[in-house]
T-cell receptor, first 114, second 110 residues
Framework: DGGITQSPKYLFRKEGQNVTLSCEQNLNHDAMYWYRQDPGQGLRLIYYSQIVNDFQKGDIAEGYSVSREKKESFPLTVTSAQKNPTAFYLC?????????????FGPGTRLTVT | GQQVMQIPQYQHVQEGEDFTTYCNSSTTLSNIQWYKQRPGGHPVFLIQLVKSGEVKKQKRLTFQFGEAKKNSSLHITATQTTDVGTYFCKRGGSNYKLTFGKGTLLTVNP
């Protein structure tokens, strides 16, 4: 089956801990994205990567970090510096970073930090 | 990039009624995409519009791109309970920031 996987579906952490969210795709897509979704806020871009070993900040990158060492993987670390980390996190990919391509989303990870 | 504005934010309809959501931009768009997110799910691509004045249909869904390429609409005829969810528009272009609208949440009363 081709697609994007995110794990885990639900994640609980204590405040002050870093946590890494997994995102893997076997669609052979060049571009990958991380979004954060809060009620009424739509989808806000955290980081994106157009190609392996390269990534750029999105709208709300503060308190987050990413890596893109392999084409199929784009993990997101939520650091203790992120003030309000509790949210629904969505990973997406597209064939290219150029415009005009649809984005394919993973099922998401719901992170709760207490 | 300027975020596209979606209205309304919420819409509640009786099953069988029509529904329309609008997506507006202050700048000309290269293309516009529409996505649907079911409750508890993830966004799924519906369609992309590229040409000025373009109209595309998918069964009961009609998508339009304005003549000036600054606005778009999604119209659902005779809503069904399966239409429930949040509908997002997404602007195209090389600037990746602020690309998604905030969405319109549609609820349908059976």
């Amino acid at each position: 089956d081709g697609g994007i996987t995110q794990s885990p579906k639900y994640l609980f952490r204590k405040e002050g801990q870093n946590v890494t969210l997994s995102c893997e795709q076997n669609l052979n897509h060049d571009a990958m994205y991380w979004y954060r979704q809060d009620p009424g806020q739509g989808l806000r871009l955290i980081y994106y990567s157009q190609i392996v070993n390269d990534f750029q900040k999105g709208d709300i990158a503060e308190g987050y970090s990413v890596s893109r060492e392999k084409k199929e993987s784009f993990p997101l670390t939520v650091t203790s510096a992120q003030k309000n980390p509790t949210a629904f996190y969505l990973c997406a990919s597209s064939p290219s970073g150029q415009g005009g391509y649809e984005q394919y989303f993973g099922p998401g990870t719901r992170l709760t930090v207490t | 990039g300027q975020q596209v504005m979606q209205i309304p934010q919420y819409q509640h309809v009786q099953e069988g009624e029509d529904f329309t959501t609008y997506c507006n931009s202050s700048t000309t768009l290269s293309n516009i995409q529409w996505y649907k997110q079911r409750p508890g799910g993830h966004p799924v691509f519906l369609i992309q519009l590229v040409k000025s004045g373009e109209v595309k249909k998918q069964k009961r869904l009609t998508f339009q791109f304005g003549e000036a390429k600054k606005n778009s609409s999604l119209h659902i005829t005779a809503t069904q309970t399966t239409d429930v969810g949040t509908y997002f528009c997404k602007r195209g272009g090389s600037n990746y920031k602020l690309t998604f609208g905030k969405g319109t949440l549609l609820t349908v009363n059976p």
